[in-house]
């Protein structure tokens, strides 16, 4: 009973590193445009998807990992540059349809070029599992927390420490005011779109070797990303990576004591609850706004 809960738990925790990534893309552009971008999980299908490209045309695996990663953070530059930037006197709604027509558009050109078939990368380690407390651990699990710590630290010093972290944070807070200190607001969010690409591509190049990538696989991670935004509260770095740990772990558990035939609902079960019960979720501000 032990070694499945262990097991169960191990495959939660992994499955919530990755959605805390996606989410922590969320609640980045959220802060600092106000727009939620549906097209970040086009990023992570990015990530893998270039990265078994890339891995094909010859590259050795970290080369191509390096890669991918330039490649989605270019699309999420481009993509405030030529659909965001733009429209920036449109309404929120707008914005947030325009990151819809950018993510069915970059999933067409991702069929197009690289076809519907899945892909699998191999795994960062020769071991491929270990077995700890009677519950198997894939040793690619560890890769995924360990680099998902890595970026949750490097981006909480990124933001506290550097001048570029800090303008974020300022275009973030007042916009205007920003820009009459001299920082240039467009600039900083196009870098806050292609960080949030990066995250996302990162999510998608180190789940592949355990989940295979497609040219479709950014639609349900993407809403799940989403989901754990939304339960830690949407604007909220915390909010983003415990949500992403509730929501993994909620899935495991409900895929292995229940059925794993109700594993997709559950992000859905609890965005209608979240949204009942505490809209503004975990770790979200209680300011009301009139809109």
């Known amino acids: 009973m032990f070694s499945e809960f262990f097991q169960f738990t191990f495959s939660g925790i992994t499955l ?18 106000h727009v939620i971008n549906f097209a970040q999980g086009e990023f992570l299908m990015i990530g893998g998807m270039g990265t078994v490209v890339l891995v094909g045309a010859g590259l050795p695996l970290p080369a191509a990992m390096v890669g991918a990663l330039v490649l989605a953070t270019v699309a999420g530059i481009l993509l405030h540059r030529l659909a965001i930037a733009p429209a920036r006197d449109a309404d929120v709604v707008t914005l947030i349809i325009i990151t819809i027509g950018a993510s069915i558009f970059l999933r067409g050109l991702a069929q197009f070029f690289w076809g519907k078939e899945y892909h699998a990368l191999p795994r960062f380690s020769a071991t491929e599992s270990l077995s700890i407390g009677g519950a198997t651990l894939l040793t690619q699990s560890l890769w995924i927390l360990g680099i998902a710590v890595v970026l949750v630290v490097a981006l909480a010093v990124f933001f506290s420490r550097s001048k570029l972290g800090k303008a974020i944070l300022a275009t973030s807070m007042n916009k205007d005011a920003a820009r009459l200190a001299g920082i240039k607001t467009q600039v900083i969010l196009g870098v806050a779109f292609g960080i949030s690409a990066l995250l996302g591509a990162a999510a998608g190049l180190i789940v592949t070797p355990i989940t295979f990538t497609a040219y479709d696989v950014g639609i349900m991670l993407g809403l799940k990303g989403f989901v754990a935004a939304a339960i830690g509260g949407l604007g909220s770095s915390t909010g983003a990576v415990v949500g992403g740990l509730l929501l993994g772990l909620s899935e495991a558990y409900t895929a292995g004591y229940i059925s794993s035939d109700y594993k997709d609902a559950v992000p859905f079960v609890i965005i209608l609850a979240i949204l009942f019960f505490l809209p503004n979720g975990l770790f979200g501000s209680r300011a009301a706004e009139r809109v």
Do not use: K
Not at 21 to 33: E, K, P, Q, R, W
């Open 16 to 33: 919530g590193a990755i959605y805390a990534l996606v989410a922590l893309g969320f609640t980045l552009i959220y802060n600092a445009s």
